[in-house]
């Protein structure tokens, strides 16, 4: 178990992951900054349930590892003894997560509700979205200042990022 991970947590990640096995929906509040620019701290997704077949390269999902959920882009999907496997990894991280096996994936993440409004995520990210998220990846200073500015314009009730919405 993750140090700091008590029992209610394990409970709600046990009751999101027999929803979703059940083919529903559910809303998560994103709280890491491994998907910069495409997914933000405080961004809600939301997740489509356990359509394992449907998951292609490009695709947003959750998947859980450790009794943690996590939500990453799929890179590349392979197979390991007829099973199902994905290699996923944040779009500001410099390196891939271990494989996904598919007993872990739970869904596909089908939007992500920004500031009042909603985003379809994209399967492909364009070379401004790559290249921001690799600054975003090497610069703690550049993240920081990107994190407080996107944070500023959320109390304020205003859209941080405009000139983003034509590329997702």
Known sequence: MPAGTDTYEIH??????????????????????????????????SVEGHAVGAVVCGDIVLYEANDSFFVHRVVEKSRNKNQ???????????????????????????????????????????????????????SDPLRSLALRFHSFRIRRGLNPFVHFARYF
């Open 84 to 138: 199902a496997q994905w290699i996923t990894r944040g779009d500001a991280m410099p390196q891939s997560d271990p494989e996904v096996r598919e007993c872990q994936l739970l869904g596909r993440v089908s939007s992500i509700c920004r500031g009042g409004r909603i985003i379809t995520p994209a399967r492909r990210l364009t070379p401004l979205m790559r290249a921001t998220g690799w600054v975003l990846c090497h």
């Open 12 to 45: 709600k990640i046990k009751l999101g992951e027999a929803i979703l096995r059940s083919g529903q929906s559910i809303r998560l509040r994103v709280l890491g900054t491994s998907m910069l620019p495409s997914v933000w701290p405080g961004d809600v997704v």
